[in-house]
């Protein structure tokens, strides 16, 4: 089973990208997704999680300028970015974790570049 991540690019400040990452995994109504991120030199931090019953959660710097989001029926879960920062700038990651299995699968990362 893949994750496919799609959709970073570069942007000016204070601009918006969509990120999609899609898959082909059975029972995906059920899965645990994230958006991860990682900028040169620092860490992969969480930037936002949504579980099987859609319940989100937001690193602080992000919340209330991006929003998860997930379609069932595509298979398929968005990070919407609104407001974005230059410290915003790192490659994305998404992320799924399904009940039944233990691994972690984990998306090739999209990179997105915000010009201040």
């Known amino acids: 089973v893949q994750l496919q991540a799609s959709g970073g690019g570069l942007v000016q400040a204070g601009g918006s990208l969509r990120l999609s990452c899609a898959t082909s995994?059975?029972?995906?109504?059920?899965?645990?997704l994230g958006w991860y991120r990682q900028a040169p030199g620092k860490q992969r931090e969480l930037v936002a999680g949504?579980?099987?019953?859609?319940?989100?959660n937001y690193a602080d710097s992000v919340k209330g300028r991006f929003t998860i989001t997930r379609d069932n029926a595509k298979k398929t879960v968005y990070l919407q970015m609104n407001s974005l920062k230059p410290e915003d700038t790192a490659v994305y990651y998404c992320?799924?974790?399904?009940?039944?299995?233990?691994?972690?699968?984990w998306g090739q990362g999209t990179l997105v570049t915000v010009s201040s």
């Open positions: 949504i579980s099987g019953s859609s319940f989100t």
């Open positions: 992320n799924a974790r399904r009940p039944w299995e233990s691994d972690v699968l």
């Open positions: 995994g059975s029972g995906f109504s059920f899965w645990t």
